[in-house]
C-alpha cells in the first residue's frame, strides 16, 4: 500500500498488510503494525499525545527503547495538531536515533469526505498521523513540512476495546532530496524495517497497560469516577 492508497485504512475490512512491511518502488519502506489495546478507545489515544509527555512519562511509555522527549511548535491545549515531538529513542536493539515527529491534520492526509464518512460511522475514532525527520534539524520544505517520512496511527473503538492500525513511511522523500533508489535500499534497511515492527507494537501494549487508567485520573474533575466494584 503506497501513500496515495492510505484512504484504504479508513475501512474496517483486513488489509493485505495488517503486520509486516514492504519495499515501495521509490525504495523507501512502508511498515505497517496492528496492536489490541483492550479497554481504551480512540479518544484515550489522541489525548496522549496531545498530554505531550516529558522525558519521565516517555519513558513510562516504553521503558526499554524511549530516552527523550521534547516539544516544539505551536503547542495548543485543545489539539495535537502543529506540535512537533523531539525524542531520541531505541529501534528494539539497534542504536538510538533522533527524530522529530510533525503532528499534522489528518485532511492532509487522506479524502477529506472519505474521513469524514468515515469519523461519522465510527470505523474511525481516532487519528495521530504526522510527518517525521531524522535527526533533530530534519530537513523541510519551505512552508515548514518536515521531509522524511510519515506515520499514521488510525483508531476504531470496538467492544473490547481499541483496535489500532499503525503505518509508516520510512524515507518517503529521500527520492525528492536527490538520493538515488539504491543509497534509499542501503540507508532504510529491512533490519530497521524489523526493529521498528517490533519497537511499534511494544510501545503500543506498553501504553494500553496504563492508558484508561491514567486517561480517568486527569479527567476526573469534569467526569468523576465511580469505584468500579
Excluded at 526499554?64 to 522527549?69: E, G, M, N
Excluded at 496511527?153 to 536527490?178: K, M, N
Excluded at 501494549?205 to 491514567?214: A, G, H, I, P, V
Amino acid at each position: 500500500m503506497d501513500l496515495p492508497e492510505i484512504d484504504q485504512l479508513l475501512t474496517p475490512g483486513p488489509l493485505p498488510l495488517e503486520t509486516g512491511y514492504e519495499r515501495l518502488p521509490n525504495g523507501a519502506l512502508h511498515a505497517a503494525v496492528r496492536t489490541d489495546m483492550h479497554d481504551c478507545t480512540g479518544e484515550m489515544l489522541e489525548w496522549w499525545f496531545r498530554w505531550r509527555c516529558d522525558t519521565q512519562k516517555y519513558i513510562w511509555w516504553h521503558p526499554v527503547d524511549h530516552r527523550s522527549s521534547t516539544w516544539q511548535g505551536k503547542l495548543s491545549a485543545d489539539t495535537h495538531i502543529g506540535s512537533e515531538h523531539v525524542i531520541s529513542e531505541f529501534f528494539s536493539g539497534l542504536p538510538a536515533q533522533d527524530l522529530v515527529i510533525q503532528f499534522r491534520d489528518p485532511l492532509e492526509f487522506f479524502d477529506p469526505d472519505a474521513y469524514r464518512k468515515a469519523v461519522d460511522s465510527g470505523a474511525v475514532t481516532g487519528a495521530v498521523v504526522g510527518r517525521l525527520g531524522t535527526g533533530h534539524n530534519p530537513p523541510r520544505l519551505p512552508d515548514g513540512r518536515l521531509l522524511g517520512g510519515r506515520l499514521l496511527h488510525i483508531a476504531r473503538d470496538t467492544e473490547w476495546g481499541l483496535a489500532l492500525r499503525s503505518h509508516f513511511y520510512i524515507g518517503y522523500d529521500l527520492p525528492d532530496l536527490g538520493l538515488p533508489r539504491d543509497e534509499i535500499v542501503q540507508q532504510v534497511t529491512e533490519e530497521f524495517g524489523q526493529a521498528l515492527l517490533q519497537h511499534a507494537y511494544d510501545e503500543f501494549t506498553f501504553l494500553s497497560r496504563f492508558l484508561k487508567s491514567l486517561f480517568i485520573a486527569e479527567h476526573r474533575d469534569e467526569n468523576p469516577p465511580a469505584v468500579p466494584w
